[in-house]
Each structure stands twice: as C-alpha cells, then as structure tokens.
C-alpha cells in the first residue's frame, strides 16, 4: 500500500511540474512611463542625427522622390527614394513631440509639441532650423495618446513607450496571464493587441511647391497657409514667406476633429461624429458649409470630383463599434447624402487614385477596389500578414505606412499589386 501512494504522489508531481512548464511565456510588451518636459528641454532638443531605424512609426510624407516618415513623438526620418526599390534613409531629425509635417518649396513645417517649427530641407543631410513659431499649440494627438502644457510651462501626460520582453505565468486551464507588467500592453506575433492593463485617458493635383500627405494628416497646404487641426481647432499660419511662417486665424470646430484634407479650394475634416465640409475660396478664413454626421467613429476622408469616401472604424480611441467604407455624393456640398456603405473589418487611411481605391485595413492588411461605380465597388485583392495605417497613391506606385513598417507597391496591375521595397521596423516581437 505504501509503495502504491509513493507512485501515486510521484505521477501527481510530475503532472503538477508539467503544467508549470508549459504555463509559461515570454512575452513583449509594449510599457508606458509618463514623463514630463520643460519647454527649454523641447526646444533645446531639436537637432538633425545619423539615420536609425524604424521603431514606432506614424505619418508619412513625400516631395521631389524623397520619403518622410513620422517617429511618433521623437521625430522625423528622412529617406531618399527616389530609387523606389532600393529607399535609403539619410538622416533622422529629432523634433520631441513631432506628430505632422508638410512641404513647401524647400521649408518643412512639423509640430514640436507647443511650437511650429520651420526647417531648411534642401540639403537632407545637413537640416538646419530656420524659425519657430511659439506657443502656438496648448494640446495635442499622437496615435500613442495626448499631451498638454501646464501653468508651469511643462509638457505633461506625455508617456515614453518602451518594449519589454518578459516571462510570466499563465493559468493552465484558461491561458490567463498571473502577473507580468503592470502599466502594459501586450501584443501577439503579429503586433495585434492581446491585451491592455493601462488605462491612458490627396486630392487634385497639389501645386508642384507643395509635397504630399496621407489621409491621416492633421497638417496640409493651400494658398498662402498652413492649416493644422487639433481635437477641436483650426490653426492656420500665414506662409507668404515659407522661410518665416506667421500665426494666423484660430477656427473653433467642435470636438474629435482628427483629420484635414484639401480638394480644390474645400477643405474635408475627418472628426468623430461626422465629416465637415469648408468652403475655403477665401484661405485666410475658411468656412462650414455642412456636415454629414455619422456614428461616433475614427474618420479619415479622401475625395475625387463628386465624391468622399470615408472610412469609419471602431477602437479604443473611437470608441464606435461600426467598420465600413461610406461613399458620400458632394455634388451639392451644402447638403451631402450617403450613396452607399460596404462593411470593412478595421478600416485605417485610404487613398484614391480613381479608379483605384485603396483602403488600408489595420492588422488585417491592405485591400484594393474599383471605384469607378460608386454604387458597385468591387474589391480587387487583399494582401494580408502585415499592419496598414496610411498611404498615398503616387500615379503607378503606393506608399504604405503602418506599424510593421513601410513597404511600396507597384499597382500597374492594381489586381495585382507588386512589392517593391519594405523598410521594417525594428522592435522585439515574440516569435510567431
């Protein structure tokens, strides 16, 4: 009998001892730490550096074949590609609290948390800062969170992302994680979000001056102005000058503005409970003209001759639960009517090179479609395995921004979308 029980016990232990093992994982997360900054630190921060790799991309830019690429919060890459198949990065320019940026003539315009900032760009390798606009923004957005500038001049609510990798324990019978990071998010192989324990509150043809943006910019040009928007305003600044921009009208918009995009002399908003439309004739002082209201959802628009394509997605910021492409008729732009909805899984930027349309769909890749029947959109191909954010159409070549990296197709064949260069980010992932 007693030998009976030491077998029996020494089974038990070895099943007890198995399940340990294989409850636990490494994992990486993606870690938050709130810092704060005085604005001599921001200011003082600003300087051109050697090339680095892409760890935490944003937004994207491009004029004359060279390639800007947002680090979101740190700065900017600037990338020579004029070779789209073999894209070189020449330098980094670090802006701390950049978000956007655009392009006229020669003089890059980016945010630096409160001030706008005006660069000489002709010689990418050897930027230089030419004036700054001051104190000209109280708040912000970048895709990682918010920032805001206290009664004591210092950047606040900022939060530095670091990539932890760690083992933890998880429940055997349910996978649940025991422990671990507890300000992180996690993320599978793919960079999807498994898991999160903190809680944190192109149109027409541009003028050869001008470079070109996503559909996901809060920066763009027309005229004589640079027009930016923030959750609820309209900044404009005088560029008659480009080398010394001028701070000019504040328009109010109401809440959860998030994107800008001009057509002809409208000006298209992207905001959370709907599309705004601008008559924009007198630059210097846009106008409302309507609004085609929505649920509230994450809204990026783009538009060709009579009509906006708006895609409308859920997630923690949007806090919506609708995923769909909108095709909206603006023939009358004071009394915009929705044509037709197609659903969509995640639906990100777009961008439109009629009849091409390109919908980027966030962890679940990219998808083309023929445009040319607003009312029979059919898709064309779906590549998927990466992250899409963004992208801009460049006539034959498609530029795609998202949290993997930047990658440029071919679209001759736009069934048939052709790879043609990638620039990876490099950040721990846990192997798939």
């Known amino acids: 009998m007693r ?86 990065t020449v330098a980094f320019l670090r802006i701390p609290g950049n978000g956007d940026m655009a392009i006229r003539n020669n003089i ?25 606009v001051k104190d000209v923004f109280q708040n912000g957005q970048f895709d990682g969170g ?10 606040i609510n900022d939060q530095k992302v670091e990539y932890v990798t760690q083992t933890v324990n998880t429940d055997c019978e349910n996978g649940v994680t025991n422990g671990g990071c507890p300000n992180c998010m996690v993320f599978d192989s793919r960079g999807g979000f498994v898991q999160n324990s903190f809680n944190s509150a192109t149109g027409s043809p541009a003028p050869s001056t001008n470079g070109t943006g996503g559909s996901m910019a809060r920066f763009t040009l027309y005229d004589n102005y640079l027009y930016t928007v923030s ?52 630059p210097e002082k ?16 783009v538009v060709h001759e009579d009509k906006a394509y708006v895609t409308l997605r859920s997630g923690t910021t949007c806090q919506g639960f609708t995923n769909q492409l909108d095709v909206v008729d603006v023939s009358n732009l004071y009394s915009p009517r929705l044509l037709k909805s197609y659903p969509m899984k995640n639906p990100h930027g777009l961008g439109i090179d009629f009849p091409n349309l ?8 990219l998808k083309t479609f023929n445009a040319s029947d607003a009312m029979k959109i059919d898709q064309l191909e779906h590549l998927e395995g990466f992250q899409a954010y963004d992208v801009i159409p460049l006539g034959k070549s498609l530029l795609l921004i998202g949290r993997d990296g930047f990658y440029q197709y071919d679209y001759s064949n736009p069934r048939k979308l052709k790879l043609l260069s990638k620039i990876p980010v490099q950040r721990p992932y846990p192997a798939s």
């Open 358 to 365: 390109f919908i980027c769909e966030g962890a679940y890749g």
């Open 3 to 88: 030998r009976t029980f030491y077998f029996l016990l020494g089974v038990l232990l070895v099943g007890l001892n198995g399940c340990t093992d294989k409850c636990k994982e490494t994992r990486t997360f993606r870690q938050f730490t709130p810092r704060t900054f005085t604005v001599a630190q921001v200011r003082q921060g600003v300087q051109a550096e050697q090339p680095r790799t892409l760890v935490n991309p944003g937004k994207i830019y491009t004029k004359d074949g060279f390639l800007l690429i947002n680090e979101i919060k740190e700065g900017i890459h600037v990338i020579d590609n004029r070779n789209p198949s073999a894209p070189k």
């Open 286 to 301: 846009p106008v409302r003209m309507s609004t085609f209201e929505h649920a509230r959802v994450c809204d990026p628009v």
């Open 146 to 155: 918010y920032w805001s500038l206290n009664a004591q001049q210092e950047i």
């Open 231 to 282: 959750q609820s305003e309209m900044q404009l600044f005088d560029i008659k000058t480009p080398s010394d921009p001028k701070k000019g009208n504040k328009i109010n918009m109401g809440w959860g503005i998030e994107t800008i995009f001009p057509y002809k002399d409208k000006l298209f908003i992207g905001a959370q409970s709907g599309m705004h439309i601008y008559d924009n004739s007198n």
């Open 108 to 132: 890059l315009y980016a945010d630096s948390f409160m001030d706008l900032v005006a660069f000489d760009i002709r010689d990418p390798q050897n930027i230089r800062e030419l004036n700054r």
